[in-house]
């Protein structure tokens, strides 16, 4: 097997989850550690040091809440990343100049109008488990509600609002965009999410 990964790189390529975790890594001079609210200072203190660990230089790293961070610490921190990429290695610099990034794949699905709040977030979470699915994101109508609900997922945990008023008269479908890894079952993932799979 180590005679065969050796002539044929590809075979190395088989978690790109992990591999895009090390390319961002080897790149970074700042990291954002976003969602800090979901943990306690331990484990807070802990993914840190992980990051740390992985990092072939030293990072600063930003704690924020809900994505929100000053630009100031954002922009002009005088990185000059442009200057330094041979020391910074990816997994996706091939020795011919190009890599095949077919590893996630997204597609768009139509819901229609869902009864409840409730039921259409529970419907979410379980299509998420069932298939694996990375991310979803996007809008759908709910009965009774004049609002359009704004819903973003990574695997199974979920937010949501509604985010503006829908158009007397508008169509109440909805649509949403799922992302995962290559593979995905798209039929069933749409079946699920129009209600036909829903446990």
């Not at 290695?89 to 109008?113: I, K, L, R």
């Not at 299509?127 to 990574?154: C, E, H, I, N, Y």
């Not at 695997?155 to 609002?161: A, C, D, L, N």
């Amino acid at each position: 097997m180590e005679a065969q990964r050796a002539e044929d790189p590809s075979l190395d390529h088989d978690n790109p989850l992990a591999e895009v975790f090390e390319d961002q890594i080897n790149a970074a001079d700042l990291v954002v550690l976003n969602k800090t609210d979901l943990l306690d200072a331990a484990q807070l203190d802990a993914v840190e040091q992980d990051i740390r660990s992985h990092a072939p230089r030293p990072v600063q790293i930003v704690r924020a809440t809900e994505g929100k961070v000053d630009p100031a610490v954002l922009l002009g921190i005088g990185a000059a990343a442009e200057s330094d990429l041979a020391a910074r290695p990816s997994h996706h610099d091939a020795e011919d100049g190009e890599h095949e990034h077919d590893d996630f794949e997204s597609f768009v699905v139509v819901v229609p109008e869902q009864p409840t709040l409730d039921q259409f977030l529970t419907l979410l979470q379980n299509t998420a488990r069932s298939f694996d699915v990375l991310r979803m994101k996007g809008f759908a109508a709910v009965a009774g509600k004049p609002m359009r609900l704004a819903v973003q997922g990574v695997g199974s945990r979920f937010r949501h609002e509604f985010d503006r008023p829908l158009s007397a008269g508008a169509e109440r479908t909805g649509r949403i965009v799922v992302i995962g890894q290559k593979g995905l079952d798209a039929s069933a993932i749409a079946s699920a999410l129009a209600g036909h799979l829903a446990t």
